[in-house]
């Protein structure tokens, strides 16, 4: 199995600021690459496909970048409803791993 | 635009057999351009991906738990379903089912609210 390994596992922002979440995997997946996030209670919700390309209705503060086995998940300018968990999955290989999250906390 | 929504029994006895639904409305279970997944999260935990399921029935499940799950499509009601037998309380989780794209980057774009399911005696 691919493993995924992000980092920070947690971090705390102000609305406002500029984070960055980055993800590992453990072998080259290419850009096979997804980020989903999570709000309490709520289903996950796709925000990035492909390491880099933004659905539709997905603003454009956040963004992706990377390929192989480094990703960077930045959201720039930081608003209230960006504080959640986060998630990269591979899809490069069955099983589609996930990595164990990173949550988003306001300072 | 398509909307799936999980169903199920919220209790299970330990050793017993946990069978979930998901009813997709808005679009076709057997439109080969999407997959169907399994994905489910213990209380406070991450995600962990189950399986897919394509429009020809042709599955990929996890290892962690290969032998003990069976996913299946019902084209006539428009639904997937899961079951997972000889459950313990590590199979307690809210369930998810969601829809992937059978093309790169083979994202999972739709999501249903999910269904919680607990493992207890």
């Known amino acids: 199995d691919i493993q995924m390994t992000q980092s920070p596992a947690s971090l705390s922002a102000s609305v406002g600021d500029t984070v960055t979440v980055t993800c590992r995997a453990s072998q080259s997946i290419s850009t096979y690459l997804n980020w989903y996030q999570q709000k309490p209670g709520k289903a996950p919700k796709l925000l990035i496909s492909?390491?880099?390309s933004l659905p539709s209705g997905v603003p454009s503060r956040f963004s992706g970048r990377g390929s192989g086995t480094d990703f960077i998940l930045t959201i720039n300018t930081l608003q209230p409803e960006d504080f959640a968990v986060y998630y990269c999955?591979?899809?490069?290989?069955?099983?589609?791993?996930f990595g164990q999250g990173s949550k988003l906390e306001i300072k | 635009q398509v909307q799936l929504q999980e169903s199920g029994p919220g209790l299970v006895k330990p050793s017993q057999t946990l069978s979930l639904t998901c009813a997709v409305s808005?679009?076709?279970?057997?439109?080969?351009?999407?997959?169907w997944s399994w994905v489910r999260q213990p209380p406070g935990k991450g995600l962990e991906w189950l399986g897919n399921i394509d429009s020809s029935g042709s599955t990929h499940y996890n290892p962690s738990l290969e032998s003990r799950v069976i996913m299946s499509l019902d084209t006539s009601k428009n639904q997937l379903s899961l079951r997972v037998t000889s459950v313990t309380a590590a199979d307690t989780a809210v369930y998810y089912c969601a829809r992937g794209v059978a093309f790169w980057p083979y994202y999972m774009d739709v999501w249903g609210m999910g269904t919680t399911v607990t493992v207890s005696s």
């Open positions: 999955q591979q899809t490069y290989n069955t099983p589609y791993t």
């Open positions: 808005g679009g076709a279970i057997s439109n080969g351009d999407h997959y």
């Open positions: 492909s390491a880099s």
